[in-house]
């Protein structure tokens, strides 16, 4: 299934990201994501392996895959959910797309008074350290804070081209 | 199986990273191993190796967790940009005691604080059991700013001048003093209970524009109200981040916000954008006499540290002032009548009482209401009849018609409330110390009383 419209407009807006996995032992592991984007019908995200290694383990396992995405002006949020995630690409060509969404998403955190510098930390991953994971969403969930939370968001069927 | 730490980490060396500054977030999974990833609304400290989560609605990832026990946890810390990681393991569901009262509490503070009682309800406190923490690979942090103060020394510093305070008055001036100076807290309000009414009377109040000795809230209301109902602390770290987590939530649940309980004739002082406030509860001889209310503009002003430092003060405040009573023994005969020694002169005041609450008004200003209202219309009624201006703090006590509730309900802080109210209102009635145990009224005009049922 792909993403609608709005989802791949939030994806821009500065949110911040969190990837989860489970190994096949059945140890949860989760890590901040730096951007995400929608590829004909795919996600694209991209993690630190420094920070991320145990998801990027849980994901070669068994390609299990949870990505949630959030707004902090409005704590809009919605977790997109696969079981065929790979892992594939790494190095500097993702660095503009992780440096647009970094600054997105300072320019959100800076009006609740989080200094600029303070992402700096969770965006400070060498080039040779940024790594790809693709998958197809399977299910959207909205996760906004309040009653509804976990409940399914329609996501729209993928158009191959003809 | 032992809990594997990394080196130098503690639960308790990570409080801060709970605040909900930067909220938590977990990583549950079903039976078939598929993640669920979600953020928390609040974390609580248990003991070294035991942390709450909020149990308030039945989403999937208490699913997850019912079915498998296990969660990844990760938290960052709100200075330096880093973070733990945490494998937890659920162990039960409390629904009463001091964990849930805590968690239940702050989640109440806070969302009462924006309109949001109905729909932040706590169905639990979740108990997990931490297996694992380990910092977080490959951040570059930032150095932690400096603490304000030393609090520590700082709180015994007030701690000592507080223990040499003779009189209630002076320990209040001491106690406001203190947070000002020895531990920079520039905004505060020191409320108390009226038990009967379930309401709080601001009884002093520092670095506001109005004073607000006298004004009402109820009991449950707001940081204030809510930390007097449960006993317990409630510290908000970063109002914008938690009035956009409740504004998002409210909308989901298409609530309206809610209105004062009580409308207050009094204007409450506050700070129009707070960034950071802490209500404390006075607490003595196991009950709840009133609370202190601090805040700030600065984010994150008050940590764990700071509601340690205050409920340790706060404490030796509430016993010092639950003992500050004359013993009997010390507290003289009453005062003999004596005809008014100072002229009265003007036109006459008009003091009202409304039987109802013993609210009283001067020339139609509100005043004062319940203990404090009935103990002026004596006061005021026995000079009338008899020109007596001095009175003692015993035969008060002992006068039926007050129906003081008992001797927690301090008699002394009543009258230095009142006080307070009648030297605010510049009004022609004054009440002066005129010794240990004993009042002077002083009234400059005269004066027509009014009593109504209504």
């Known amino acids: 299934m792909a993403l609608t419209e709005d989802m791949i407009q939030l994806l821009s807006a500065g949110v911040a990201h969190q990837v989860g996995g489970c190994t096949n032992a059945g140890r949860p592991v989760v890590c901040r994501g730096m951007a995400a984007q929608h590829e004909a019908g795919r996600l694209l995200v991209i993690i630190s392996s420094e920070s991320g290694f145990e998801v990027l383990e849980a994901i070669r396992q068994n390609g299990n895959i949870a990505v949630n995405v959030t707004l902090p002006e409005n704590y809009r949020s919605v977790s997109f959910i696969g079981n065929d995630a790979v892992v594939r690409g790494s190095g500097a060509a993702w660095r503009p797309l992780v440096n647009e969404r970094h600054e997105a998403f300072r320019q959100q955190l800076i009006r609740y008074g989080i200094p600029p510098g303070y992402t700096n930390a ?18 959207a969930r909205n996760q906004t804070p309040g009653p509804g939370a976990g409940e399914a968001l329609a996501l729209k069927p993928i158009e191959f081209e003809k | 199986m032992s809990a594997v730490f990394d080196d130098g980490l503690s639960l308790i060396g990570v409080r801060r990273m709970m605040e909900g500054v930067i909220p938590p977030v977990l990583c549950t999974f079903s039976k078939d191993r598929i993640p669920n990833v979600s953020y928390l609304s609040l974390c609580e400290y248990v003991d070294p190796l035991h942390i709450a989560l909020s149990y308030q609605f039945f989403n999937r990832s208490r699913e997850n967790v019912l079915a498998t026990r296990r969660a990844a946890l990760t938290m960052d810390d709100p200075y330096t940009g880093g973070g733990v990681a945490l494998q937890i393991e659920y162990q039960r569901t409390e629904t009463e005691g001091p964990v849930f009262e805590r968690l239940r509490a702050k989640l109440m503070g806070v969302a009462s604080h924006h309109g949001m009682d109905k729909v932040f309800h706590l169905r639990g406190a979740d108990i997990y059991r931490v297996l694992e923490m380990r910092r977080v690979p490959g951040r570059k942090e930032l150095t932690a700013a400096q603490p304000r103060v030393d609090l520590p020394t700082n709180s015994r510093l007030l701690s000592e001048r507080m223990a040499n305070c003779e009189d209630l008055s002076d320990l209040l001036e001491t106690f406001l003093d203190g947070l000002a100076h020895q531990l920079r807290i520039d905004h505060v309000m020191l409320w108390l209970t009226n038990p009967a009414q379930q309401t709080l009377t601001l009884l002093a109040s520092r ?53 004062r309980t009580l409308q207050s004739e009094i204007p409450l002082p506050g700070l129009k954008e707070p960034r950071s406030q802490l209500a404390v509860p006075l607490r003595a001889r196991g009950k709840v006499l009133g609370a202190l209310f601090v805040e700030s503009l600065h984010d994150q002003y008050f940590g764990y540290d700071d509601e340690d430092a205050l409920m340790m003060l706060s404490g030796q405040l509430a016993v010092a002032m639950s003992l500050m009573q004359p013993q009997e023994h010390e507290v003289p005969a009453p005062v003999a009548a004596k005809p008014p020694a100072a002229a009265q002169a003007g036109p006459a005041l008009r003091l009202k009482r409304f039987v109802r609450d ?3 008004f001067l020339d139609d200003v509100y005043l004062i209401r ?15 009849r008899s020109g007596r201006r001095e009175f003692t703090n015993r035969e008060l006590r002992l006068a039926p018609e007050l129906r003081l509730p008992d001797v927690q309900d301090n008699l002394e802080v009543r009258l230095l409330l009142l006080q307070r109210r009648l030297g605010e209102q510049q009004s022609a009635i004054r009440l002066e110390k005129a010794g240990r145990g004993k009042m002077r009224l002083c009234i400059d005009r005269p004066v027509n009383m009014e009593s109504s049922e209504s």
């Open chain 2, 358 to 360: 013993n609210s009283v």
């Open chain 2, 370 to 384: 319940g203990v404090a209202g009935a103990i002026l219309w004596k006061l005021v009624g026995e000079f009338v």
């Open chain 2, 207 to 259: 670095g506001y524009e109005v004073d607000g000795a006298g004004a009402e809230i109820s009991v449950g209301e707001g940081l204030v109200g809510t930390a007097v109902r449960e006993g317990v602390p409630i510290r908000v770290g970063h109002m914008m981040n938690m009035a956009t987590y409740a504004r998002a939530a409210r909308d989901r649940a298409d609530e309206s916000g809610v209105t």
């Open chain 1, 122 to 139: 969770w965006y400070s991953a060498a080039d040779e350290q940024l790594v790809a994971i693709r998958f197809t969403p399977m299910l």
